[in-house]
Nanobody
């Protein structure tokens, strides 16, 4: 069983940046896919960004050019760097790790508001 802990969320103004780390309780070397999803109440949970174990990345169209996903295998951590934040980025952000079985974190709230 792998436990994930997200952090780094908060209240920011439009145009500002946040970095969300997701720390895993076990090695992420075997994780085929790692990613970030977000959820707004009343809507489905949407993919924001994913990264495979060979470094390929994929982003939602709405965040391309603004968000960057990365991983640090030595720290068992996957990051989401979010720049030029917009009010529509407001959501609870969840970390996902998958090695044939999916593991989710508890989520971290990101609020973008002036």
């Amino acid at each position: 069983q792998v436990q994930l802990v997200e952090s780094g969320g908060g209240l920011v103004q439009p145009g500002e940046s946040l970095r969300l780390p997701c720390v895993a309780s076990a090695s992420i070397l075997s994780m085929e896919i790692m990613g970030w999803y977000r959820h707004v109440p009343g809507k489905q949970r949407d993919m924001v960004a994913i990264i495979t174990n060979d470094g390929h990345t994929n982003y939602a169209d709405s965040v391309k050019g603004r968000f960057t996903i990365s991983r640090d295998n030595a720290k068992n951590t996957v990051y989401l760097q979010m720049n030029s934040l917009k009010p529509e980025d407001t959501a609870v952000y969840f970390c996902l790790l998958n090695n044939g079985q999916s593991y989710w974190g508890q989520g971290t709230q990101v609020t973008v508001s002036s």
